[in-house]
């Protein structure tokens, strides 16, 4: 069993930035992606960011060159650097992970990208 808890987000103007964080617990030896998704109002949840277990990293073609997908030396948490946020970034963002072939998820945390 893997346990995600999120932190982060909140109401951010346009052009802004924003950190969230996803930290495991439990079999953390397990994990071999992490991931973190979004979803919008009325729109199917989409990929936002990978990290492989070498810390290879991957990106939606909509947020490329703007956030940034980290983690700690110890690969407990990952982290979503957002910057240049823009209205359509608003969403709620959960951090995924896979274990064993089973899938993980947080809470889920909301961004809302507003003036």
């Known amino acids: 069993q893997v346990q995600l808890v999120e932190s982060g987000g909140g109401l951010v103007q346009p052009g802004g930035s924003v950190r969230l964080s996803c930290a495991a617990s439990?079999?953390?030896?397990?994990?071999?992606?992490r991931n973190w998704y979004r979803q919008a109002p009325g729109k199917q949840r989409e990929l936002v960011a990978a990290i492989t277990s070498g810390g290879s990293t991957n990106y939606a073609d909509s947020v490329k060159g703007r956030f940034t997908m980290s983690r700690d030396n110890t690969k407990t948490t990952v982290y979503l650097q957002m910057n240049s946020l823009k209205p359509e970034d608003t969403a709620v963002y959960y951090c995924?992970?896979?274990?064993?072939?089973?899938?993980?998820w947080g809470q889920g945390t909301q961004v809302t990208v507003s003036s």
């Open positions: 439990g079999s953390i030896f397990s994990i071999d992606a």
């Open positions: 995924h992970a896979r274990a064993r072939r089973v899938d993980y």
